[in-house]
């Protein structure tokens, strides 16, 4: 074959080998690096933070978090626990399943069941930067079911007649994170049966057709403990750019990343930096997260913005990347405005920090003012430090409308639950959410929130320290 005939695919892994032989050189001043380097670890740790998961779930195969291989589905048929690290602020009501795409040698045909009506399920697909571009399922699509067709950036093929959908991602690898409602315990079988009908094909599979030469091998580069800590994130950064051509919005943002030695594909050789160099992107990234610990501060804590202005498409987040990143770090794939409203709670009504080791807390809904959910809401707990599930004795780790008819209610008809470390007494258990003894958060999860908690109307109580 001669070069020039070479199919794009072969072109495209050439250039890649090729632009991995060299590295884009450090020509910013020790200033301006520093401002670089802010800018790029805001835009970059949701990236690198994405990675870890995909690591985790589709390429270490010995691990205790692997699902299942590219383009396969991996089904989680229970609720998440303490045990599951795989990423921070998970949900405990919906079973998840897996699927990580990899679009670069032909699209991915997402098959889904039709599922009855009362049940809640979506699939949430997610592009390299964590940017939700696309959903399937209740709200989206419907329960009916479907073929959904997932297709790269530069997939220029003709759709099928019998593909319900054709979603363009960005990026060449690709998420899709589904959730499917479990009820309770004894409805852990059909949510199964359910998983069990969710089907991942190539198109080639779908389409009974010879499949396409295969794309390029990847070496895929293992985590450490610290690489979203420093700049050894920039690396991580480099890598995963390279499965995806670069946005007309960002391309002065990517030449000006690349003063600093960040561009898709290439090394980044942190070792060569001199000390007035390595200085100044510590100092850019210490930047970085003081700006995110103002934010949380000031907005986050104060609730004066919400889940809904982290998570969503690009155009949604429009360029702001303190949010994406304030978005990754507190609870990373979360759910577009539209599809969930997430509140959390991390301060209680004076604004001081939650810890079950001082306090004890309750949440009080007034009559008729539970959360505005078409679907359900949770009331999630997490440790402040690992910002996982919390471990306890019940095995508890949320509070969900579907328990309402075991909670006891009030006099007047209002719902008061029980945050704390202890377990109370006086008949108040079954409204006891465990807290750890020591830092905790929690996070409301409304699941297709109604018009009056978008629009504002609907006012979310605040955690109270028992006794005042």
């Known amino acids: 074959m001669r070069f020039e005939k070479a199919p794009r695919l072969m072109l495209a892994g050439l250039s890649l080998l090729l632009s991995c032989s060299a590295w884009a050189d450090f020509t910013a001043t020790p200033d301006e690096a520093r401002g670089i380097a802010k800018e790029a670890y805001l835009y970059g740790f949701p990236v690198v933070e994405m990675y870890k998961t995909l690591y985790s779930q589709a390429v270490d195969k010995g691990g205790p978090n692997f699902k299942a291989p590219f383009n396969r589905i991996g089904n989680t048929a229970k609720v998440f626990t303490p045990k599951d690290t795989a990423f921070v602020t998970p949900n405990s009501d919906t079973p998840y399943s897996f699927v990580w795409m990899d679009l670069r040698a032909e699209p991915v045909v997402l098959t889904l069941p039709p599922i009855a009506e009362s049940r809640y399920y979506s699939v949430q697909l997610i592009d390299l930067y964590t940017q939700n571009f696309a959903y399937l399922g209740t709200r989206s699509t419907g329960n009916k079911g479907g073929n959904f067709m997932i297709v790269g950036p530069d997939w220029q093929g003709q759709q099928p007649v019998n593909i319900d959908r054709l979603v363009r991602s960005e990026s060449n690898i690709a998420y899709a994170l589904y959730r499917t409602q479990l009820f309770d315990n004894e409805d852990l079988r059909k949510v199964k049966q359910i998983q069990n009908a969710y089907k991942v094909q190539t198109l080639s599979q779908y389409l009974k057709q010879p499949a396409p030469a295969a794309a390029p091998k990847i070496d895929w580069p293992k985590p450490t403990p610290t690489m979203s800590d420093g700049p050894d994130l920039f690396r991580y950064l480099n890598f995963m750019l390279g499965f995806a051509p670069p946005q007309d919005v960002e391309k002065d943002l990517l030449t000006r990343f690349a003063k600093i030695g960040i561009a898709a594909g290439q090394p980044f050789k942190y070792s060569e930096l001199n000390a007035e160099q390595r200085k100044a992107l510590d100092d850019g990234i210490s930047d970085a997260k003081a700006e995110f610990a103002q934010l949380k501060k000031d907005k986050v804590d104060t609730h004066q913005v919400t ?75 997490y440790d402040g430090k690992s910002k996982l599930l919390v471990a306890n004795h019940k095995k508890r780790y949320l509070i969900n409308s579907r328990m309402l008819p075991q909670l006891k209610l009030d006099a007047d008809g209002g719902l008061t639950l029980y945050v704390q470390h202890s377990e ?35 006012k979310m109580p605040l955690l109270t320290p028992i006794g005042q």
């Open 307 to 381: 889940s809904g202005d982290f998570f969503g498409t690009r155009e949604h987040l429009n360029g702001n990347y303190l949010y994406r990143y304030a978005g990754a770090n507190m609870g990373i794939f979360g759910n577009s405005a539209e599809e969930a409203n997430y509140i959390g709670y991390f301060v209680d009504n004076q604004g001081k920090p939650l810890n079950g080791a001082r306090h004890s807390y309750t949440l009080h809904f007034n009559k008729g003012e539970l959360p505005p959910a078409d679907a359900f809401w949770s009331l999630t707990m």
């Open 424 to 458: 109370p007494v006086d008949g108040k258990k079954s409204n006891w959410l465990p807290a750890p003894h020591g830092p905790f958060y929690s996070v409301l999860r409304v699941y297709l929130p109604k018009p009056e908690m978008v629009n504002g109307q609907w």
